[in-house]
C-alpha cells in the first residue's frame, strides 16, 4: 500500500428511532441528536471525498458498492423499497445520506460484531487506501446497559465504558478506542465497538504530514469533535466528527 487518504470522518449511532417516521409520537425526543448526526454527515461532504463509504456491524459481513436506504418495514414503516435488506447499521446510515441529500453513490460496509481488533484496524487501513480522498460514516452504538429500562439492563460498567468512548471520539484518540476491551463491549452490548476501530485504523493508518504510516501515532494528526453524548433510553449514543489538523 503506497498511500493512504481518510480526509475525515463522522461517527453516528443507528438506533431505528432516529428515523421520524418510526419514532412517531417521540420523534421530538430524538431532535437533537438527529440534528447533530445530520450536520456531522453534512460535515463529511465539505471535505469533497472521492469516496464515502458508511461502516456499521451487525451479525454477518455484509458489503453493498451502491449503498440505498431500505426497507424499514421491520419498524412499522411500508415496504417501498427494492434494495436488499440491509443491517441496520447500514439502513440507518444511508437514512443519513437520504436525508441530507447525497446523491452520488456510495459504499457500505458491515463487519461482524465480534471482529477482532486487529482485523478491524487492518480494514481501516485497506478502506482509507481505496482512493485518494476517503471519508467514513461510521455507524455505532455505545453500551445497551445504562438503567434498569435500558435493553441489556443495568450494569454499573455501562457508564465509564461509555465515558472512555465519548473522550476517545473527543479528543480523535485512535488508539484508546483500539485498546477497547471485545468481551466487555459484547457483555455491555455495545453495537459500535467494531466499526470505531474500524476508524482508528484507518486514522492511524493515514499520515498526511508524509512519514512513515502510523506516525500520526494517537491521533495526534486529527482533531476530533463530540456534538452530542447522551444515553436516552438507556443506550448510548455518540455523535463526533474527525478532520485532520
Not at 466487555?184 to 470505531?196: D, N, Y
Request: aromatic share 6%; with cysteine.
Amino acid at each position: 500500500m503506497d498511500r493512504v487518504s481518510l480526509v475525515a470522518a463522522a461517527v453516528c449511532p443507528h438506533p431505528p428511532l432516529l428515523v421520524p417516521e418510526v419514532a412517531a409520537g417521540a420523534a421530538a425526543e430524538l431532535d437533537a441528536l438527529r440534528a447533530a448526526a445530520e450536520a456531522a454527515v453534512r460535515g463529511l461532504l465539505r471535505d469533497r471525498p472521492d469516496r464515502l463509504i458508511t461502516v456499521g456491524s451487525g451479525a454477518e459481513t455484509f458489503t453493498v458498492d451502491n449503498l440505498e436506504f431500505g426497507s424499514m418495514a421491520r419498524y412499522g414503516m411500508p415496504d417501498e423499497s427494492r434494495s436488499p435488506r440491509l443491517p441496520l447499521s447500514l439502513l440507518i446510515g444511508a437514512w443519513l445520506l437520504n436525508r441530507i441529500g447525497v446523491a452520488n453513490p456510495t459504499s457500505g460496509i458491515s463487519v461482524r460484531n465480534d471482529t477482532p481488533a486487529a482485523a478491524c484496524a487492518a480494514l481501516g487501513a485497506e478502506l482509507a487506501g481505496s482512493a485518494d480522498r476517503v471519508a467514513l460514516l461510521v455507524m455505532g452504538d455505545g453500551s445497551a446497559c445504562r438503567g434498569t429500562a435500558a435493553p441489556g439492563y443495568d450494569d454499573p460498567r455501562a457508564e465509564p465504558y461509555d465515558k472512555e468512548v465519548a473522550a476517545a471520539l473527543a479528543t480523535a484518540d485512535a488508539e484508546a478506542l483500539l485498546r477497547l476491551d471485545e468481551t466487555l463491549s459484547a457483555q455491555l452490548r455495545v453495537a459500535g465497538r467494531a466499526p470505531w476501530q474500524v476508524l482508528a485504523g484507518a486514522a492511524l493508518a493515514s499520515d498526511p504530514a508524509g512519514s512513515p504510516a502510523g506516525a500520526a501515532a494517537n491521533g495526534r494528526a486529527w482533531h476530533g469533535e463530540l456534538s452530542y453524548d447522551g444515553a436516552p433510553y438507556g443506550v448510548a449514543y455518540f455523535v463526533a466528527r474527525w478532520e485532520r489538523r
